[in-house]
């Protein structure tokens, strides 16, 4: 099945989909092992083996015409004309073994408790800091801190109500936290439309390989809006809030109200009453109690954030100190996904909840610390740098990959600004069998995974899988759909009998 | 409902309807012309003039000149009308604009409702959409009626009959009392102009009007065998039973915005449309009464377009914005 096959108990037989499957030397693979398939899923392993490549072909080509048909699209650029593409998806699914998957979901149930709690602390008393577990200078620094929102509880006690957490595998197959996102993840609507696909595609295969199911995310969602909800009873008025048709999630954000029942509005819709939120609808005003937003914070009211700005609602923010409106998530969390905080992760688990971290993290140098610093300038050819408060694949350095002038650059950027760079060792990101159109052919890319976490009053609650992202570039080890990644369908295996 | 999102809803209805409407009137007049034995102009001109993109199409495809023979050239007015997006209601304006206005409300509209709008949009942007239109011209019009036809059953089948399919069903009404109006005004007042129109030229136009507005096989259950200008503009106006006819949208479109803002709710935006509506249903009411003449056809089709341009602004104002 694969070349290094000399244990294989697979019959090989030309066609088949992992005939000659070549695995990458140093790295681990998410499906196969020396020899042949991962125990857990050499079953499914074989049913998927017997596809064959001329069936798979037509499959990914089907799937890839039903996404376009379905406008399950971003927009390339602002055109009315509607110029859209795709995200590239790849039907070979990612497994995930139900072992795997049970200390997965308690290491990031464990997480989102303790980054909640330091949300808190942070917002509030500060006793981290005061008790010398986080290093004041490192709050100081944090551009996404947002000062003016000390002391304020928000509605329901919750701050991350929806949040990703970016998840790789190391040579080892040990799973590490590669960063923490709480502001505002998207992704999740691509799983539930990847699995769609997969269980048009596969039927039998899905079938007979019992795959936890990831479409009551929707519901799970609107309860969680609604346990935070300032009102009472069951008349909570809650929208999605979307900066239009232009954004490049807003595929994403169209799934998401239509599946829960919820309108979607723009900042427009909405404007302020003595700090009561209200909608203009064609009945009049409406109340509003409950914002998922999936605007950026720094546009939510130009009151607070951006006196320049003609977007947001002016005194949005008024009524959420009010407690008249509950914002999902909360605003001031990009302090908590700071990739300079992310190193003291482990050190807030043990502070807060007492308990040892579940899971492990990437080894992070921390340009800020002198000794880092030194470290890594004197390394930039082998790192990965990254601006402690960027997303998307932007504002990084891949060392080996690098050129002089890009490394130099880096340089003049770290010694400018210490506080704004974190430095890792590059990880060799785990890989799966990935259909390859152009070469008819079945190879190893390299792939993350990002889990999507909701917490309610009652705490967090993780969605089985989450968005498994492929570098479809070979060699690559950027995921971001930004920048030639794509996606796949992640299946969680329930337990065997 | 929200205010942006209604409006939404209405372009979208407008826009389904407009397409429909301009490829059943291409194909009926493109129909026309192979045994019309009418100078060409006489043909293709009206079509323009019903777009209301006269002096557009003088300008850019007429190079500025009333006679010039581009006014009778049915390929030059089917080009202008089909594909040129630059023309405000070419058919590919039209999808784009439905298109773009249903992506703006998917979380309002059914899935269904939402890829056949989709699937349109992708198809006259295909290869196949440029084949067909050059090889089976009148498939590539049944194709997109078929489509938007689609469109609006599904929204009728597989949405919740609240507020925003009102919306849509109020632009689709307007739009079509306005379509009506302004092909039965074009060839009213073209063909009964013309001097010397034997009967069965004219039969033929009529015809292609009743056509164009899917009413032939209506108008014969009503008319058997009667093909004459005065006839058939009395059924294009008044029949209440054609979905089509002035009488019938006007009134519809009043009941459509009654279920929106009933007439006792005056706390709600919305009063003034539901009354202008209100008495442009009853004018139009007590006018099919009278005799019609050819000079009160013009007359009661100029207000009808006039006050339905009119309810359009209002509504706009009152429960769009």
Redesign the interface.
């Known amino acids: 099945m694969v070349q290094r096959q000399s244990q294989s108990q697979i019959q090989v037989t030309p066609g088949r989909l992992f005939e000659n499957y070549p695995a990458l030397d140093g790295t681990f693979d998410e499906m196969f092992e020396f020899g042949g398939p991962r125990p857990p899923f050499a079953r499914v392993a074989q049913l998927i083996d017997k596809i064959g490549k001329d069936e798979l072909a037509k499959f990914q080509a089907l799937a890839e015409s039903s996404l376009l048909q379905r406008g399950v699209t971003f927009s390339v650029y602002s055109d009315s004309r509607g110029t859209e593409k795709i995200f590239p998806f790849c039907l070979l699914p990612r497994l995930i073994a139900a072992g795997d998957w049970v200390k997965l979901e308690r290491g990031l149930q464990q997480r989102l408790r303790a980054l909640g709690l330091f949300l808190d602390d942070i917002y509030g008393e500060q006793k981290i800091v005061a008790a010398g577990v986080l290093p004041g200078e490192m709050l100081q620094g944090a551009s996404a801190y947002m000062p003016m929102l000390r002391g304020l509880k928000p509605p329901g006690g919750v701050r991350t109500h929806i949040s990703g957490i970016d998840l790789i595998r190391d040579p080892s197959g040990t799973w590490r936290v590669l960063e923490d996102n709480l502001r505002t993840p998207s992704g999740v609507s691509y799983v539930m439309e990847n699995r769609q696909l997969s269980k048009r595609m596969f039927p039998r295969v899905f079938d007979a390989a019992r795959v936890h199911r990831v479409d009551h995310y929707p519901t799970r969602l609107v309860e969680t809006l609604r346990s935070v909800s300032p009102v009472t009873g069951g008349d909570t008025h809650a929208v999605v809030l979307t900066p239009g048709p232009y954004n490049s999630a807003y595929f994403e954000h169209t799934f998401l109200a239509r599946t829960m029942g919820l309108e979607l509005v723009q900042a427009p819709d909405l404007f302020v009453d003595q700090d009561k939120v209200f909608c203009r609808t064609t009945r009049g005003p409406r109340r509003v109690d409950v914002i998922y937003r999936r605007t950026d914070e720094t546009f939510l009211d130009p009151d607070v954030f951006r006196p320049d700005s003609v977007l947001g609602v002016r005194g949005l923010m008024r009524a959420y100190a009010a407690g008249n409106v509950a914002l999902a998530n909360a605003p001031g969390n990009g302090v908590a996904d700071d990739k300079a905080i992310y190193p003291f992760v482990h050190d807030m688990i043990r502070y807060y909840l007492g308990e040892e971290p579940l899971l492990e993290q990437v080894k992070t140098y921390v340009c800020l610390r002198d000794d880092d610093r030194r470290y890594v300038l004197e390394h930039l050819g082998e790192m990965v740098v990254k601006a402690v408060d960027e997303a998307g694949g932007y504002g990084m350095l891949m060392g080996p990959q690098s050129t002089a002038e890009q490394r130099d650059e880096f340089r003049r950027r770290i010694t400018a600004e210490p506080r704004r760079y974190i430095a890792q060792h590059r990880v060799e990101l785990s890989s799966c069998p990935t259909w390859i159109g152009d070469k008819g052919r079945v190879e190893p890319r390299r792939v993350d995974l990002r889990p999507y976490i909701l917490t309610s009053r009652e705490g967090p609650w993780v969605l089985p899988g989450g968005l498994t992202r492929v570098a479809l570039v070979e060699g690559s080890y950027v995921v971001n759909s930004s920048q030639g990644g794509g996606s796949k369908d992640t299946w969680v295996l329930k337990e065997t009998a | 409902?929200?205010?942006?999102?209604?409006d939404h809803c209405f372009w979208f209805g407008r826009y389904v309807e407009r397409a429909e409407s301009t490829a059943r009137m291409l194909s009926a007049t493109a129909n026309l012309a192979l045994d019309a034995e009418l100078p060409p102009a006489h043909v293709w001109r009206p079509v323009i003039v019903v777009s209301g993109e006269e002096s557009e199409f003088l300008a850019r495809v007429a190079e500025g000149a009333d006679d010039h023979p581009a006014w009778g050239d049915g390929e030059l007015v089917q080009r202008f009308m089909v594909w040129d997006e630059q023309n405000g209601v070419s058919l590919a304006r039209s999808i784009?604009g439905a298109?773009?206005n249903a992506?703006?409300?998917?979380?309002?509209l059914s899935?269904e409702v939402?890829?056949a709008t989709?699937?349109l949009?992708?198809w006259m942007r295909s290869n196949e959409a440029q084949q067909v239109y050059g090889r089976e011209r009148d498939a590539f019009y049944a194709h997109v009626r078929r489509s938007t036809q689609l469109t609006l059953g599904l929204l009728r089948s597989t949405m919740l009959h609240d507020?925003a399919l009102n919306?849509v069903w109020l632009g689709v009404l307007l739009e079509r009392v306005n379509q009506t109006a302004r092909m039965l005004d074009v060839h009213h007042h073209a063909f009964t102009h013309l001097p010397d129109l034997n009967e069965i030229i004219e039969i033929a136009v009529w015809v292609t009007l009743l056509r164009a507005l899917s009413g032939s096989e209506a108008y014969m259950k009503r008319a058997p065998g009667r093909v004459a200008s005065e006839t058939v503009a009395r059924f294009l106006i008044s029949e209440r039973a054609f979905p089509r006819s002035i009488a019938y949208c006007v009134h519809a479109a009043y009941e459509r915005l009654k279920d929106?803002?009933p007439p006792d709710a005056h706390?709600?935006?919305?009063g003034q449309s539901l009354e202008r509506l209100r008495v442009l249903d009853t004018w139009v009411e007590a006018r099919i009464k009278e005799p019609l003449t050819g000079a009160s056809v013009h007359e009661l089709l100029t207000h009808v377009v006039d006050e339905v341009h009119a309810i359009c602004g209002t509504l706009g104002t009152e429960?769009?914005a």
């Open positions: 409902m929200i205010s942006r999102v209604a784009i298109r773009w992506r703006s409300i998917r979380e309002v899935l939402w890829e989709n699937e949009h992708l507020e919306f929106l803002r706390d709600l935006p919305g429960l769009l």
